[in-house]
């Protein structure tokens, strides 16, 4: 795996991390290339600056995917619990490019509630196709998209206690199951 600062030191491959480093000479990134796949780690701050420079000028015009990392307990260590990874498409160039931010959590993950330090700007301005992937994110992991269009549970029901896809999340649940209002046929 190559590793290198996109704002020093040698260029990686993909044409579109020196576009970034031109564009964003003070901005801190980090960026990566594994098995032909560019990586450009950003700061949460800069976040939607970078993803509207890489829609309005580099044309990403796909937002593919939106997805959530839990990095507790991880091998090597990472420069946050939760990682936020947008998968982009340039169809015109036929590039795909993954931007990647992290966050960590300043208070207990083992309930809903809310952290001030899991916030991520939303994309949903940039590509609307990203409001149903952060909704999932959210959900699952229980990062929040700052300016978000309808920001509520997509996959279970709004006041379920948890984010069950974090890792300190019990595998069996917390007793969620056994309060399911179960609906047979004839009651129907």
């Known amino acids: 795996m190559s590793t290198a600062p996109a704002n020093s030191g ?12 031109a564009r964003f000479p003070g ?4 960026a990566t290339e594994f098995r032909g796949q560019a ?21 990403y015009d796909f937002l593919s995917d ?3 990392i839990d ?7 990472q420069p946050g619990r939760f990682a936020v990874v947008y998968n982009l498409i340039a169809y015109a160039s036929d590039l795909r490019f993954f931007v990647k931010t992290y966050v960590s959590p300043s208070l207990p993950t083992d309930g809903i509630e ?3 330090a899991l916030y991520v700007d939303s994309v949903c301005d940039l590509w609307a196709g990203a409001e149903w992937t952060e909704r999932e994110v959210f ?14 549970r997509i996959l279970t029901w709004e006041t379920y ?26 009651s129907a």
């Open 161 to 186: 206690p948890a984010h069950p896809l974090r890792k300190d999340y019990p595998v069996r649940g917390r007793g969620e199951r056994e309060s399911y209002n179960i609906i047979d046929r004839t």
């Open 114 to 116: 809310e952290d001030p």
């Open 66 to 68: 939106v997805i959530g």
């Open 27 to 30: 901005k801190k990134f980090r």
């Open 39 to 59: 990586t450009l780690v950003v700061e949460p701050a800069d976040l939607h600056e970078v993803m509207a420079f890489l829609k309005n000028d580099c044309g």
């Open 139 to 152: 959900d699952m992991f229980g990062i929040r998209f700052k300016n978000h269009p309808d920001l509520r």
């Open 71 to 77: 990095y507790l307990n991880y091998p090597t260590p």
């Open 10 to 21: 040698p260029t990686l491959d993909h044409p579109t991390f020196a576009k970034v480093k």
